[in-house]
């Protein structure tokens, strides 16, 4: 890419430096969301075709999960180099197409890095394990066994079993969070982190516009090596792994989320503080203290933009009570962090399933991600109020769902082709057979059906972005006043111009709340919003918003 190109990225294609503050992201499964070379699988030029419609949704920005090269035993997850598109999804061209339409377009492009683990047919691994004398031979995380043989300690992998793997070659562990063939890099390594700063930079050398950070809490280990305590049985949920694994059964203060990660998220953002309106969501896998390490990775301007943790995306219902208590939490625990919510995501049963929401409960949560204090991201399908879909067994194809079969069915059944157009037989995702089955009971919920119908909840979900990017107090404004009135949720957002105060019902019944006094107006009754004064009674998943200007 020539200088001047670069420059032009740097300038007309973002028109704010904090996008992301509150922005709304998409994210796009690229296995799953078009093929257009008719193999069954999705690629990049099948996302460049499909960008005019995500694009429509009023979004600010996308996020891509892994396309680079790798043997895919975890689908991309798993990088054998960081700097080369796996020809499954095309070549360098394709995404510069992509990213170059995407920018035409309005939209953001943030990639998915996975940097505490590699695969193991990275070279940087194949050098590594060949001997301990080696230039890498410390790239990544080697431990002896204890006198009897066994592992170095109990730390467990989240696909089940021990974290550690013998390798004959060196006569000793590795450690793997993660499958078998996803060994940790050793971040206690200066030379592992200048080597993944570096293939960081070659991208944003490219132009993308920031990153989702793959298990950022991760990165570090306690070099000591010492055993994680046991967790106590009330303790244990199934944020971050199902309850059948035994990854519940420890409290993982020593394997992961080591204070040490600080310093290399401070170099991470210095990083891309060098290109101009670049962006760092980093995903925060901790279930005791998730919202805590959301606070120190997003403490500040010199850490990480904005994290997630797994509070809306576990399987517990999002009722009044349960998000006044993850919101009272946070600021305790972290009242100047900035988070970013989801409800779905590649990784967890699609929320309409999980939470079980008929049309009327997907549409006030919609409406109520929109006006919630931090930036928000979509995953693809979610826009059509998609359940989650039926995989048999000999269907199957991640990992971790066959492995804990029938108990956990693992994360294909949110990963199934984006469905287009109903009649089609792979519902114009492909037009061959698809990688995973394409759903018949998705495909009822096809885009080219609910675009037919006004009132269908992909409307409902543009007409939501819409209103969020309308106010300057739902997109970033502070948010006060928090209270759970029985079933209804609410609160104040408020950006020193105005201010918005939103209601929601969560419970299955009619409820009454007290509205504030002053001179408001009801917004977003295209929405279905309740208007009202002094009180009003809000039906079962009714809601209520009314904005103000500040004098």
Same mark, same amino acid.
């Given at each position: 890419?020539?200088?001047?190109?670069?420059?032009?990225?740097?300038?007309?294609?973002?028109?704010?430096?904090?996008?992301?503050?509150?922005?709304?992201?998409?994210?796009?499964?690229?296995?799953?969301?078009?093929?257009?070379?008719?193999?069954?699988?999705?690629?990049?030029?099948?996302?460049?075709?499909?960008?005019?419609?995500?694009?429509?949704?009023?979004?600010?920005?996308?996020?891509?999960?892994?396309?680079?090269?790798?043997?895919?035993?975890?689908?991309?997850?798993?990088?054998?180099?960081?700097?080369?598109?796996?020809?499954?999804?095309?070549?360098?061209?394709?995404?510069?197409?992509?990213?170059?339409?995407?920018?035409?377009?309005?939209?953001?492009?943030?990639?998915?890095?996975?940097?505490?683990?590699?695969?193991?047919?990275?070279?940087?691994?194949?050098?590594?394990?060949?001997?301990?004398?080696?230039?890498?031979?410390?790239?990544?995380?080697?431990?002896?066994?204890?006198?009897?043989?066994?592992?170095?300690?109990?730390?467990?992998?989240?696909?089940?079993?021990?974290?550690?793997?013998?390798?004959?070659?060196?006569?000793?562990?590795?450690?793997?969070?993660?499958?078998?063939?996803?060994?940790?890099?050793?971040?206690?390594?200066?030379?592992?982190?200048?080597?993944?700063?570096?293939?960081?930079?070659?991208?944003?050398?490219?132009?993308?516009?920031?990153?989702?950070?793959?298990?950022?809490?991760?990165?570090?280990?306690?070099?000591?090596?010492?055993?994680?305590?046991?967790?106590?049985?009330?303790?244990?949920?199934?944020?971050?792994?199902?309850?059948?694994?035994?990854?519940?059964?420890?409290?993982?203060?020593?394997?992961?989320?080591?204070?040490?990660?600080?310093?290399?998220?401070?170099?991470?953002?210095?990083?891309?503080?060098?290109?101009?309106?670049?962006? @760092?969501?980093?995903?925060?896998?901790?279930?005791?203290?998730?919202?805590?390490?959301?606070?120190?990775?997003?403490?500040?301007?010199?850490?990480?933009?904005?994290?997630?943790?797994?509070?809306?995306?576990?399987?517990?219902?999002?009722?009044?009570?349960?998000?006044?208590?993850?919101?009272?939490?946070?600021?305790?625990?972290?009242?100047?962090?900035?988070? @970013?919510?989801?409800?779905?995501?590649?990784?967890?049963?699609?929320?309409?399933?999980?939470?079980?929401?008929?049309?009327?409960?997907?549409?006030?949560?919609?409406?109520?991600?929109?006006?919630?204090?931090?930036?928000?991201?979509?995953?693809?399908?979610?826009?059509?109020?998609?359940?989650?879909?039926?995989?048999?067994?000999?269907?199957?194809?991640?990992?971790?769902?066959?492995?804990?079969?029938?108990?956990?069915?693992?994360?294909?059944?949110?990963?199934?082709?984006?469905?287009?157009?109903?009649?089609?037989?792979?519902?114009?995702?492909?037009?061959?057979?698809?990688?995973?089955?394409?759903?018949?009971?998705?495909?009822?919920?096809?885009?080219?059906?609910?675009?037919?119908?006004?009132?269908?909840?992909?409307?409902?979900?543009?007409?939501?972005?819409?209103?969020?990017?309308?106010?300057?107090?739902?997109?970033?404004?502070?948010?006060?006043?928090?209270?759970?009135?029985?079933?209804?949720?609410?609160?104040?957002?408020?950006?020193?111009?105005?201010?918005?105060? @939103?209601?929601?019902?969560?419970?299955?019944?009619?409820?009454?709340?007290?509205?504030?006094?002053?001179?408001?107006?009801?917004?977003?009754?295209?929405?279905?919003?309740?208007?009202?004064?002094?009180?009003?009674?809000?039906?079962?998943?009714?809601? @209520?918003?009314?904005?103000?200007?500040?004098?």
């Amino acid at each position: 890419m020539n200088v001047q190109h670069k420059a032009d990225l740097k300038g007309a294609t973002r028109a704010t430096a904090d996008w992301w503050h509150g922005g709304v992201i998409y994210q796009i499964y690229p296995r799953s969301f078009q093929d257009s070379n008719g193999d069954g699988i999705g690629d990049l030029a099948g996302i460049t075709e499909r960008l005019p419609y995500v694009a429509s949704l009023g979004v600010d920005a996308i996020w891509i999960s892994p396309f680079f090269k790798s043997p895919m035993k975890d689908f991309g997850y798993d990088v054998s180099d960081y700097r080369a598109v796996d020809p499954m999804f095309g070549d360098m061209s394709d995404f510069q197409a992509l990213l170059d339409r995407a920018h035409d377009l309005g939209l953001k492009v943030m990639i998915d890095l996975v940097l505490s683990h590699s695969s193991d047919q990275h070279p940087w691994f194949a050098e590594s394990r060949a001997n301990r004398e080696n230039p890498k031979a410390d790239w990544y995380v080697w431990a002896d066994p204890k006198p009897d043989g066994t592992p170095p300690n109990n730390w467990l992998s989240i696909f089940g079993g021990s974290a550690w793997q013998w390798d004959a070659r060196r006569q000793q562990y590795y450690l793997h969070n993660f499958l078998t063939s996803q060994p940790d890099l050793n971040f206690h390594c200066p030379e592992v982190q200048d080597a993944l700063l570096d293939a960081a930079r070659f991208w944003l050398d490219l132009g993308v516009d920031g990153f989702r950070l793959d298990t950022i809490n991760f990165y570090f280990h306690d070099q000591q090596l010492r055993d994680n305590p046991a967790l106590p049985l009330d303790q244990r949920n199934a944020s971050i792994a199902p309850m059948v694994n035994p990854y519940n059964h420890q409290d993982h203060l020593y394997s992961k989320s080591q204070p040490e990660n600080i310093a290399f998220l401070e170099r991470l953002r210095a990083l891309t503080d060098e290109y101009e309106g670049r962006a @760092c969501l980093g995903e925060v896998g901790d279930a005791q203290r998730g919202l805590e390490i959301m606070g120190q990775y997003t403490s500040g301007d010199k850490r990480m933009h904005m994290c997630y943790a797994f509070e809306f995306l576990e399987k517990r219902a999002l009722t009044a009570q349960y998000a006044k208590q993850v919101f009272d939490q946070l600021e305790e625990k972290a009242g100047d962090a900035w988070p @970013c919510w989801a409800f779905s995501n590649h990784d967890v049963p699609r929320h309409a399933s999980r939470w079980g929401l008929d049309d009327a409960e997907i549409r006030l949560h919609t409406v109520l991600m929109m006006c919630l204090r931090g930036s928000a991201c979509l995953y693809q399908g979610e826009e059509l109020g998609l359940p989650e879909a039926e995989v048999p067994f000999e269907r199957l194809q991640d990992p971790y769902g066959i492995e804990f079969w029938p108990e956990f069915k693992g994360r294909d059944g949110c990963r199934t082709p984006m469905v287009w157009t109903t009649q089609d037989a792979q519902s114009g995702f492909s037009t061959a057979e698809a990688w995973l089955p394409v759903s018949p009971v998705q495909a009822e919920q096809a885009v080219d059906r609910l675009e037919a119908d006004p009132q269908s909840v992909l409307h409902h979900y543009r007409a939501a972005i819409a209103l969020r990017r309308a106010h300057g107090a739902l997109r970033h404004g502070t948010q006060t006043q928090m209270e759970q009135t029985g079933p209804i949720l609410s609160f104040v957002r408020d950006d020193g111009a105005e201010q918005v105060f @939103c209601a929601f019902n969560m419970g299955p019944g009619t409820a009454e709340i007290t509205l504030p006094d002053g001179d408001w107006r009801p917004v977003g009754l295209e929405l279905g919003g309740v208007a009202g004064t002094g009180s009003v009674r809000l039906g079962r998943a009714a809601f @209520c918003l009314l904005v103000r200007d500040k004098g």
